[in-house]
């Protein structure tokens, strides 16, 4: 009975990350997705107690798929630049790949939801600019190296390029992706983060 409920939970949130991306700009109502999952509002609402829960549970997806990555890649990966490269590559990688969660990532699909949404997405922000902090951090106290803008900057400035990937690609209705000329702005960027004695 659990794996069913289970199961029914994963539907309804799949169906939801589904109607953001088929209807940017809409607002998400529980008839429509009780009807895109086939269900009854009621059935709903034995799963989720509240809209705010459904979208609650797709945040948590973004952050366990996000978080639990960046953690092996810090793991796996002892050079820096290929660290901060590999982290944002995910991160931009990861919205290309679901866009109806870049909704949520842009705070666009929490228009008229509770503060407490909007709050959780900026702390996936911020944990993701104080990994890059550490990582960054790390270089200077283990190998010397620092970026010439700083360590608190240089986060900032990272973090300011993948969310401005992300609102271009829901502006453009998903047809601008994160990926696109990635490297070529990596090399650039890379360049001008490089690390100096």
Sequence with gaps: MSNKKNDRRTQILQALAQ???????????????????????????RHFPSKAKMFEGLIEFIEETLFTRINRIIQ???????????????VLGFAEQNPG????????????????????????????????????????LKQGLRPAMGVAPCANFLIAIIEGKIRHY?????????????????????QTLTLNR
């Design 76 to 90: 796996e990966e002892a050079n820096v630049i290929s660290r901060v490269e590999m982290i944002v590559t995910l």
């Design 101 to 140: 969660m870049c909704r949520l990532l842009t705070a666009d699909a929490l228009a008229g939801e509770t503060e407490r949404l909007r709050m959780r997405i900026t702390q996936v922000f911020d944990r993701i600019e104080t990994q890059l902090k550490q990582i960054i951090r790390e270089a200077d």
């Design 170 to 190: 829901v502006r453009s209705e998903f047809k601008v992706k994160p990926m696109d000329i990635w490297q070529e702005q990596w090399t650039v960027l890379a």
């Design 19 to 45: 109607m953001l991306e088929s209807s940017p700009g809409a607002r998400i109502t529980t008839a429509a997705l009780a009807k895109q999952v086939g269900v009854s509002e009621a059935a709903l609402y």
